[in-house]
């Protein structure tokens, strides 16, 4: 009998090209590698060193024996900062010299001899898990462990997190250990440089799924600038030359905000604070004060030609003297400068635009407002991240105005030197 079954159609496998010349990170990760050179697109979105980019060829290192267990044993990047000593250890207790020049890291692929992260990055890992996430906000309130935890977590798969972690354990160390400071603070620059490119590499791709990481990593750049520490003609919102650094990274801040409003959910969904209570009577007379200062402030406002821009000033003016307040409460409850970010912070970024505009100019009226601003830099001052920033800031508006105008901001210097 005939067969009447239908034929199964045979399919054929579509052919591809296979990538057997890739570089080694690919292959070990097992992904396709397109092997563009001078860097692959997949190590070029990871801001990692790309075996095409390497000149000159050098020999396999021979893999490490295997135990007697049959695995091999974890092996370490070395690097150029093994000769930094480590957070408790003495003059004498320095680690190895080495003249590797070796910097970025992959926590994912440590027990790789080609990739991995190096003795000295380890250190700095360590360092901010035991030391630095302390100094980045105010524990008792960080319920969902953000900096100890998720932060850390993040880095592991996200390069810009893990390095500017680094970069900021890297200068926390620095801080706590000065006659070592200039080392750390070149181990934090190659770090910083690497994770700025990366998240670069990301921003166009921003959505749900990785806006809390891309924003998480652009205030970790913020953070990383102001523990560098004052930098000379860098005034925070103008300086000298061109435009003012961190003004052009909390722009950044501000438009990640707006593309993405699912950001402050989840683990970031902001924490009510109910400790937060009335003004201490002692420093009711204080805050007085500067309300009275403020107040002469707002009377120049009033005597001045200012047309439609009035009312800009009358409100950055306004909102100062809230913050002023709030910033009092906190500090009545006896806490440290880093649960004030947000607040001290917070006024910059939500002044508009054509005032931001002014700083920038350097218009005189605009700049005796920051110098009273500037007096919220000096209850920063128990946070490592803020040190010097208030005389720094206030040096520069001075420097900047006319000396005609001193007069106007003779309270924030008293404040601010004393």
Known sequence: MENTAPQSKIRSRRSHQKSRLGCRNCKKRRVKCDEKKPSCVHCLNHSIECDFSISTPTSASPSPPATSSGRRPYRFKQSKYQTLASPSSTEGDRLPESNSVAIQCDLSASNSTTGGISLADLQLFHHYLTSTYRTLAYEPLDRNRVWSVHVPQWGISFPSILHLVLALAALHLGHLQ???????????????????????????????????????????????????????????????????????????????????????????????????????????????????????????????????????????????????????????????????????IGWIYRLPEPFILRLENKEPLALIILAFWSILLKYMKSSWLFLGWDEHVILGIRASLAEELHKWIEWPINVINT
């Open 178 to 344: 000065p006659d070592l400071r200039d080392q750390y603070v070149l181990q934090a620059d190659d770090h910083f440089t690497f994770g700025v490119k990366s998240v670069t590499t990301v921003l166009s791709q921003l959505n749900s799924e990785n806006c809390q990481k891309i924003y998480m990593s652009a205030v970790l750049i913020c953070l990383v600038y102001f523990g560098h520490g004052p930098q000379p003609g860098e005034y925070l919102v103008f300086s000298d030359q061109g435009k003012a650094e961190w003004l052009i990274l909390m722009r950044g801040v501000r438009s990640i905000l707006i593309s993405n409003r699912e950001i402050f959910s989840g683990i970031l969904t902001p924490q009510a604070d109910d400790s937060i209570q009335d003004i201490k009577p002692e420093l009711q007379g204080e805050l007085l004060q500067h309300c009275n200062h403020i107040a002469e402030i707002q009377s120049l406002v009033e005597t001045q030609d200012l047309g439609p821009d009035k009312g800009m000033y009358d409100n950055a003016l306004r909102t100062l003297l809230d913050i002023f307040e709030e910033v009092y409460q906190v500090r009545s409850a006896d806490r440290d400068g880093i649960s004030m970010l947000h607040l001290v």
